[in-house]
């Protein structure tokens, strides 16, 4: 650390209050059912508010051809309908007792993020248990609701260029494991995925054991473990489901992708095959990834936007996931660079950080980023059951969670070059290169 | 993959924050400090995490202000803030601020502009020298400027790909016209390629100015360590020169009849529009009423836009409507997209909801959205940054900490008859303008229906 910045350091911490750090790992309070169901409790009663997180270890990393996007599809479908509650009842009633939710699909995992005032809680346990295993399926509210996912494809991929590009790239990279597609799925699956098939996988993955509830906020924890067993106590634990074994074969060679589509910029995407989220490689190459990429400091921000002005923007580096996916260089290319160029000036930083790895200011920037970025994630009650959830999908358990900070701080600036030097490499390379039809305007 | 976008539902169109859909059951009084340079500042300690977060509001120094010549220049100007100091270069103010994993940035809304700070607490008093030397001393260096005004002009370019993003742009230019509200935050290539850097500066000697300028402070801090840290740094920001004047931005009253603009995009596969039509003022009385109103019209998922659009026909993964306000007005704006040859059964039951909407709400759905809104406001007030930001915007407008008290009590009194009037006066029936970016050979046939269509190419320069 240069002497100069320790200086300020040391005469500013002089300044800070320490805080009081409310949330540490004992605050998290563990159950688990016969049933298998994982609950984690954090009480937070700073508003009268509560969020309640059920996530599932499903995601596309579940799904095979035919069935792609049907994890994402089941997701919508959660709110249409069970015998107990119709279709629609489930937001009518929730946002008529003052609640709001949302929810999300992964490679990984999807979640099912309520949040309401303290005093819904019963009401949304009970809907939220109903729904783990009561869907309906309307067949008429399915065909309505297939076409609601037709128009966020269209939206999120075909309207979007570098979303197109994206799901090339990831379909060019990966060629064996099921992160070869987008969790959208390709839009002729979308359009024939049939209802039984549907069923089938509903009933495989949306069982107790498949699944951990956390309730964070403004609760009282004795009640709510009542509540939580009276809905759920009595919903069985389905068979353990199908384990992922595809494993990724190793890349042999270089590849490119090349999209022709109409657009006045073009677009660049470089993919690298990276480890695992659970992989002791992570964190030395997510530390490389904040050095390249977090930040207008970072090297490529500088070189491409800054320095050579080539592209707009740049963003990417690792993504946390349970087997091992990609490692993202995302460039908006301005309008008529030389995107040969573009990829040159990638490609001589990467060779910099392999053969002389990152310095002990970036090291310390990168810790800095890490710790900030925690706290800055636990500043809301949905953050932190968030944070928690993630935790629980991706290790296995929450405590990672509190751990993660320790692990980034022991990574030694060797490991970060070994890192570059093992992953960032031309047979391990997948370049996306979206080219406006018909020359640039 | 989201089952839905929520910020759909807060369009930020305008570029400043309007909220009724903020704010905790309670907000605490903050303390008041005045600094050294007469510059007030709120103060809320809150020890939780090892966290603070300020809030700047420099008032007159937004898009709203900007000369017509200068459309873009409030924000390239708060852009070049971050650029250079007089002892420091672009890369080191950025290496400084990334190094400390904190996050700072100066922008410009519509009425101010805007400076965010934010870090661990450790880091703090270090983030708020960097901050006030790009706020007091920026270099303003040539080819820092010719940099943020290439990126923008390649960014014009660039930004007509994304239908989405585009049909906000074409919408704010169609709604507001000439009206200084109707500055894209970009600019236009016309206004970027006359902009010189002595225009910039000259932007930021006349609004850029401490006067006015409100701050407010949240997070593990102590009283006497905000003082002592802010006095010696934008404490220390002197006026220079007597302040000119500013004129007010003048009101806007809005359309009068249709204004219905298409954009031909040849590649779309899907047809994007946004309505627009005038709302209210922010503060105005009927705030509670509208917000009501609009929760049940197209501000949250079970509204009647989205069961309609969405729930029932799977016309559309998103739709939704919103109020945007400022000091002497306000806009109303529903928008959506669907299918190329879905538009036009899309548009007409859009036309249907407005004009059932304005016939008023059943009193059981008057009572759930009361209590979506009461139920929904404690978290928007959770955080540091979002009190921080109550307390400066409160004090701005004048609205005075039980604002948002007051604000709850209001929805809690909403009737049915006084949803009703809030329906009648804001949903539009003949004052409106509708823009559409789609693939004209494929939905100009069914626009027709709505009236006579100014169309244009997304190629075409501008906006």
């Not at chain 1, 249409?80 to 629609?88: I, L, Y």
């Not at chain 1, 490692?327 to 000036?345: M, N, S």
């Not at chain 1, 030694?412 to 039809?437: C, F, H, S, W």
Request: net charge neutral; hydrophobic share 40%.
């Amino acid at each position: 650390m240069p002497k100069k910045i320790a200086a300020i350091t040391a005469a500013i911490m002089s300044l800070a209050v320490l805080a009081s750090a409310q949330f540490r790992k004992e605050d998290v309070k563990v159950n688990k059912l016969d049933n298998g169901l994982k609950i984690l409790f954090l009480e937070d009663h700073d508003i009268p508010n509560v969020a309640l997180y059920t996530f599932f270890r499903v995601g596309s990393r579940n799904e095979r051809p035919g069935l792609t996007g049907v994890s994402h599809f089941i997701e919508h479908m959660m709110f249409n309908g069970t015998p107990k509650f119709g279709p629609g009842e489930f937001d009518r009633r929730m946002e008529f007792a003052g609640g709001a939710n949302n929810a999300f699909t992964s490679d990984d995992m999807t979640g099912y993020t309520d949040w309401f005032p303290a005093a819904a809680l019963e009401s949304m346990i009970e809907m939220e248990s109903d729904r783990m295993q009561g869907l309906l399926l309307d067949p008429q509210v399915l065909e309505s609701e297939r076409g609601v996912i037709a128009s966020e494809r269209r939206m999120g991929v075909e309207n979007n260029n570098d979303a197109i590009l994206s799901e090339n790239v990831r379909a060019t990279a990966i060629m064996a494991h099921p992160y070869h597609w987008d969790v959208i799925g390709w839009m002729s699956d979308i359009l024939s995925w049939k209802r039984d098939e549907i069923m089938a996988y509903y009933k495989t993955f949306y069982a107790p054991n498949n699944a951990v509830l956390i309730l964070v906020g403004d609760f009282d924890p004795v009640r709510a473990l009542e509540l939580i067993r009276a809905s759920y106590a009595a919903i069985p634990a389905g068979p353990p489901p199908p384990v992922v074994s595809t494993v990724e074969p190793p890349q042999m060679g270089p590849k490119e992708v090349i999209v022709r589509k109409e657009a006045q910029a073009p677009s660049f995407l470089m993919v690298f095959h990276a480890p695992s989220g659970a992989s002791p490689d992570f964190p030395p190459l997510a530390i490389l990834d904040l050095v390249l990429l977090n930040g207008e400091s970072s090297r490529l921000y500088k070189r491409l936007v800054r320095d050579e002005q080539l592209a707009l923007d740049v963003s990417g580096g690792t993504q946390e996931s349970i087997d091992p996916l990609l490692f993202f260089i995302e460039a908006k290319p301005r309008p008529g660079v030389d995107l040969v160029k573009l990829e040159a000036v990638i490609l001589e930083e990467i060779e910099k950080a392999k053969t002389g790895g990152i310095t002990e200011q970036e090291f310390q920037k990168a810790q800095n980023a890490i710790k900030s970025g925690f706290f800055f994630g636990m500043q809301s009650i949905n953050g932190k059951a968030g944070q928690l959830g993630q935790s629980e999908i991706l290790h296995g358990s929450y405590e990672y969670l509190f751990s993660e900070m320790d692990l980034y701080a022991k990574v030694t600036l060797d490991q970060v070059k070994a890192m570059a030097a093992k992953y960032l490499t031309e047979n391990n390379r997948t370049v996306g290169k979206l080219i406006p039809e018909g020359g640039q305007k | 993959m989201n089952r839905h976008l929520r910020t759909l539902f807060i369009v930020l169109l305008l570029g400043a924050l309007t909220l009724p859909a903020a704010a905790a059951n309670r907000l605490p009084a903050p303390e008041k400090l005045t600094l050294k340079n007469g510059v007030t500042v709120y103060f809320l300690k809150n020890a939780e995490l090892p966290l603070v977060s300020l809030r700047m509001w420099i008032p007159g120094a937004g898009l709203g202000n900007e000369p017509a010549a200068l459309e873009g220049a409030a924000n390239l100007t708060a852009d070049l803030l971050m650029k250079g100091t007089a002892t420091m270069s672009a890369e080191a103010v950025a290496e400084a601020v990334d190094f400390l994993g904190a996050r700072l940035d100066i922008s410009a809304g519509d009425e101010f502009a805007g400076l965010t700070a934010e870090s661990l607490a450790e880091h703090f008093p270090r983030l708020m020298a960097i901050a006030a030397d790009c706020l007091m001393h920026p270099a303003f260096k040539p080819d820092e400027f010719e940099k943020e005004r290439k990126t923008r002009l390649d960014g014009l370019k660039a930004v007509k790909d994304s239908p989405g993003a585009a049909v906000r742009s074409y919408f704010t230019k169609a709604y507001f016209g000439s009206h200084p509200l109707g500055h894209l935050a970009n600019g236009t290539e016309a206004s970027l390629q006359a902009m010189t850097l002595p225009d910039i500066q000259g932007y930021y000697r006349k609004f850029y100015r401490p006067e006015k300028s409100i701050a407010a402070v949240v997070g593990a801090i102590e009283k006497p360590a905000v003082l002592d840290l802010l006095n010696s740094t934008i404490g220390q920001w002197k006026a220079q020169g007597a302040a000119t004047p500013t004129a007010p931005i003048p009101p806007y009253a809005g359309p009068k009849g249709k204004k219905l603009i298409l954009i031909d995009k040849p590649d779309a596969t899907q047809a994007y529009w946004i309505l627009g039509a005038p709302g209210y003022k922010l503060g105005d009385p009927i705030t509670p009423q509208a917000s009501v109103m609009n929760t049940l019209f197209g501000g949250r998922f079970t509204s009647w836009l989205n069961t309609e659009l969405r729930i029932k026909r799977g016309l559309t993964y998103g739709v939704g409507s919103s109020f945007q306000t400022w000091r002497t007005g306000g806009v109303f704006m529903a928008n959506s997209y669907t299918k190329n040859d879905k538009i036009g059964e899309m548009l007409d039951i859009v036309f249907d909801l407005l004009k059932k909407g304005r016939g008023g709400f059943a009193p059981e759905e008057i009572e759930s959205a009361r209590n979506y809104l009461l139920g929904q406001f404690p978290p928007t007030l959770e955080t540091n940054a979002s009190k921080a930001t109550a307390y400066v915007r409160l004090a701005y407008y004048g609205l005075g900490f039980d604002y948002y008290e007051k604000y709850l009590a209001g929805i809690q009194s909403v009737t049915g008859d006084s949803a009703k009037a809030a329906a009648a006066k804001l949903l539009p029936a003949d004052d409106f303008v509708l823009v559409v970016v789609g693939k004209s050979a494929e939905i100009k046939a069914q626009l027709a229906k709505y009236g006579t269509w100014t169309e244009r190419k997304i190629t075409d320069p501008g906006f």
